[in-house]
C-alpha cells in the first residue's frame, strides 16, 4: 500500500501473490485478509496509501467471498463507503463471488494492471477461425462456459454447444475447460510453462498468450443448420485439413471443392483463372497435386467454376461443406502419429477423433482400416512422447501405442467426446428416473508432463488414476 516503500523493483503481481495465494489454500485466512484490507482502509488519511487499499480489496472480492459470518460486516463497510467510486463495483463482484464461488489461483497479471491504471472492465481479443477478432469483456468471475455463451450471442449463432475457447501460448495451444474461471486458467497455464521454462540470466521469459475461439465437438454440426457458424467456423476449420490431405475423395469432387474454394476467394470474378496454377496448393490437396499437369487443372477447376454461375461466397461456402458432410471423416481432429504395436497397420498412421469414435486410417490410400466408437473405449492415457488407448475389456482388450508430442490433445479430445456421450445418455435416461453417475470429473490435463491416464468401465463409467497434484499439467 506504500507505507513501507520496498528499495527492490518487484514484477506487477509479486505482491499480490504473497497476499491471496495462502488464502486460496487456507479457508480461514479469507476472512483475515478481508480483515486486513478492511483495517488499513479504516481512518486511513494517507491518499496514496487508501487507494492502495481500495485497489486489493476490488481484487479481493473477484477472487473469493468472506464466510457467512463475516459477510455482513463487509456489506455494511463497502455501504458506509458508497462515495468512493469502487465501493459499488467492489460489492457486485462480492454478490458474484458468493453466486460462482471462490477462484484457485491469484489475479492474473492482467487483473492487477487494469486495477492499478484505475480501469474496473478488461477487454480480451478473441480470434476467429476466419482471420477476424473481436473484443470481448472479461470479469474476474468469467467461467470458459460464461465466455463462449457471451461470444456465440454477439456472433448470433444459434448455440454454443460443441464450441470451446482456446489458449495459445508458446508452442501449445490448449482447450480451456468450459467450468474453469477464465483467468485462473490462463494464470495456471502461464506459471506451469514458466516453471517447465527456467530464466535465464536471471531473466524471466515474457509469456504473451492468444485467445481463439472455435468448434471443437462436431457431434451435432450440420452443415446449412447455423449459417454464420457455417461461414465463421465450419468451412475455415474444415478447409485446411482438406488441403493437408487427410480425406479420401474422388477426383470429380476435388474439380467441385476446387471450384467452390477459388469462388469463395473471388465469388464470380474470373480474372484470377490464369493465377490457377500457382495457387493449386489453396485449392487441391498437396497429395494431389502432382496427379495432373497445371494446365489440367486450371481447365477442370475453371469448368466445374462454370456450372455454378452467379453463386455468392456464402452459398459456395455451404456447397462445399455440404459435399465433405457426407464423408466419415468430416469434422475430425487429425493426428499424424508412429505405432508401435499393431503389425499390420502401417508404422505412420493417421488417427482421426470425431462423432463416430477413433478412426485408424491408412495415411497412403486414406482408406479407413477401422473405426473404435467410445463405447469400446476403455482406457486411455498420455505423455510428452505418446499416446496410448485400450479397446475392449481392460483385461483382454487390444492395445494401440502411439508416438506423438500431440498425446496432449488427443487426450483431451477424447475425454471431451466422452463426457459429452455420457451427458447426452443422462439426459436420455434421466426422463425415466434412471441417471448415470459419472465416477470421476472428466476434465482432462489441458497439458500433460506425467503421464494421466483415464479409464470407462462397461462403457459408460469413467476413471480417471490419481496422480499427485505436482505431477500433472494444468487442468
Excluded at 460443441?162 to 506459471?191: A, M, N, Q, W, Y
Excluded at 488414476?465 to 500433472?472: K, L, M, V
Aim: hydrophobic share 35%; aromatic share 12%; glycine share 6%.
Amino acid at each position: 500500500m506504500g507505507d513501507y516503500p520496498s528499495k527492490r523493483t518487484r514484477s506487477v503481481n509479486e505482491l499480490t501473490d504473497q497476499i491471496f495465494e495462502g488464502a486460496l489454500k487456507a479457508e480461514p485466512l479469507k476472512d483475515e485478509i478481508y480483515c486486513q484490507i478492511i483495517k488499513q482502509l479504516t481512518d486511513n488519511h494517507v491518499k496514496y496509501s487508501e487507494e492502495k487499499g481500495w485497489e486489493l480489496l476490488w481484487l479481493c472480492t473477484g477472487l473469493f467471498p468472506p464466510s457467512n459470518v463475516l459477510l455482513p460486516h463487509i456489506q455494511r463497510f463497502l455501504q458506509s463507503k458508497k462515495h468512493h467510486p469502487l465501493s459499488g463495483d467492489c460489492m457486485q463482484r462480492l454478490h458474484k463471488a458468493l453466486r460462482n464461488g471462490s477462484r484457485k489461483y491469484p489475479p492474473h497479471l492482467v487483473e492487477v494492471e487494469a486495477i492499478q491504471h484505475k480501469t474496473t472492465q478488461i477487454f480480451h481479443k478473441v480470434y476467429f477461425p476466419d482471420d477476424t477478432d473481436e473484443a470481448f469483456e472479461v470479469e474476474s468471475s468469467t467461467k470458459a462456459k460464461d465466455f463462449c455463451q457471451n461470444i456465440s450471442t454477439r456472433l448470433l449463432l444459434k448455440s454454443s454447444e460443441g464450441f470451446s475457447l482456446f489458449v495459445k501460448i508458446s508452442d501449445k495451444v490448449i482447450s480451456v475447460p468450459e467450468g474453469d474461471f477464465f483467468f485462473d486458467f490462463v494464470r495456471h497455464l502461464t506459471d506451469w510453462i514458466k516453471k517447465s521454462r527456467p530464466a535465464k540470466d536471471g531473466i524471466i521469459p515474457s509469456l504473451t498468450y492468444q485467445v481463439f475461439f472455435m468448434k471443437k465437438l462436431w457431434t451435432s454440426t450440420v452443415p446449412g443448420k447455423d449459417s454464420f457458424a457455417d461461414s465463421i467456423f465450419h468451412y475455415y476449420q474444415e478447409l485446411p485439413k482438406y488441403l493437408r490431405g487427410y480425406h479420401k475423395c474422388s477426383r470429380e469432387e476435388v474439380f467441385h471443392l476446387a471450384a467452390l474454394i477459388y469462388r469463395v476467394k473471388f465469388e464470380d470474378d474470373k480474372s484470377h483463372f490464369s493465377s490457377i496454377p500457382k495457387m493449386l496448393r489453396e485449392l487441391v490437396p498437396q497429395d494431389l497435386i502432382r496427379q495432373m499437369s497445371t494446365d489440367d487443372w486450371k481447365r477442370s477447376v475453371i469448368a466445374y467454376f462454370n456450372k455454378h454461375p452467379g453463386k455468392s461466397r456464402e452459398e459456395a461456402k455451404l456447397m462445399f461443406l455440404k459435399i465433405i458432410y457426407k464423408w466419415a471423416t468430416f469434422g475430425s481432429a487429425f493426428f499424424e502419429v508412429k505405432q508401435t504395436t499393431e503389425p499390420n497397420y502401417p508404422e505412420i498412421l493417421l488417427i482421426a477423433i470425431n462423432k463416430h469414435g477413433v478412426s485408424l486410417i491408412d495415411p497412403k490410400t486414406k482408406d479407413i482400416l477401422t473405426t473404435h466408437p467410445f463405447t469400446k473405449i476403455s482406457n486411455w492415457s498420455s505423455g510428452n512422447t505418446y499416446f496410448h488407448i485400450t479397446i475392449g475389456n481392460l483385461v483382454r482388450g487390444s492395445k494401440l501405442l502411439c508416438e506423438t508430442s500431440l498425446g496432449y490433445k488427443m487426450d483431451d479430445l477424447l475425454t471431451s467426446y466422452i463426457s459429452q456421450m455420457l451427458t447426452n445418455m443422462n439426459k436420455q435416461r434421466s426422463g425415466r428416473g434412471n441417471t448415470l453417475q459419472l465416477g470421476a470429473e472428466l476434465c482432462p490435463p489441458a497439458v500433460v508432463d506425467e503421464p494421466q491416464s483415464f479409464c470407462i468401465f462397461g462403457g459408460i463409467q469413467p476413471h480417471r488414476e490419481e496422480f499427485a497434484p505436482e505431477q500433472r499439467g494444468p487442468r
